[in-house]
């Protein structure tokens, strides 16, 4: 950031007194910028209890690969009504969350994914702005190699296992995706 946001005066990466990292702030103002996660939410929108609904993508990035519905948190809504209105701006239906299932830090690119195991509302799903084609697959039927991101593999091989592990249970995971910097 080379211009404060709110005075138009030049800013200079410091650290601020009593903070301890490095930060822009401006010189005539004496504003500070922070620079935070981007928040993602996202569904596992489920259906007969072992089909997934999945979207693929008509946007970048990943343009023409396939993902959960998901999206970056718009301010003023709650993770559940982001993940909420992504599944239907990239799918066209709706879903009744259940609960949260997993948490990715992806502290190299300053984002933190959340996806909620959701509940098809009903079958009137279709492809949008955002899509190219939508569709309920099988474990089977999952096109493994042609997923968008690492955070949609992880997340549904573990949608999965636990389905196959029985007893209904989907203990909801946090992990990190770590990549040198």
């Not at 822009?24 to 089909?51: H, L, M």
């Not at 690119?109 to 509302?121: A, D």
Request: aromatic share 10%.
């Amino acid at each position: 950031m080379k211009f404060c946001g709110q005075c138009g005066g030049p800013t200079v990466a410091k650290i601020p007194s009593g903070d301890n990292r490095e930060r822009d702030c401006c010189e005539a103002c004496g504003a500070i910028f922070y620079r935070n996660p981007k928040i993602v939410a996202g569904t596992v929108p489920v259906y007969q209890d072992s089909q997934i609904l999945l979207c693929k993508r008509a946007i970048e990035p990943r343009y023409g690969l396939w993902t959960l519905p998901a999206g970056f948190l718009e301010e003023g809504e709650t993770l559940q009504e982001g993940a909420l209105r992504e599944t239907v701006e990239e799918s066209r239906v709706g879903v009744d969350i259940e609960k949260l299932y997993t948490v990715f830090n992806l502290p190299h690119i300053s984002q933190v994914y959340m996806f909620f195991l959701g509940r098809l509302e009903d079958l009137n799903f279709g492809p949008t702005e955002e899509t190219l084609e939508v569709r309920l697959l099988a474990e089977d039927e999952i096109p493994w190699d042609e997923l968008a991101f690492p955070v949609i593999k992880r997340t549904l091989k573990h949608f999965f296992a636990d389905l196959h592990a029985g007893e209904n249970r989907f203990p909801m995971r946090i992990e990190d995706i770590t990549y040198p910097r």
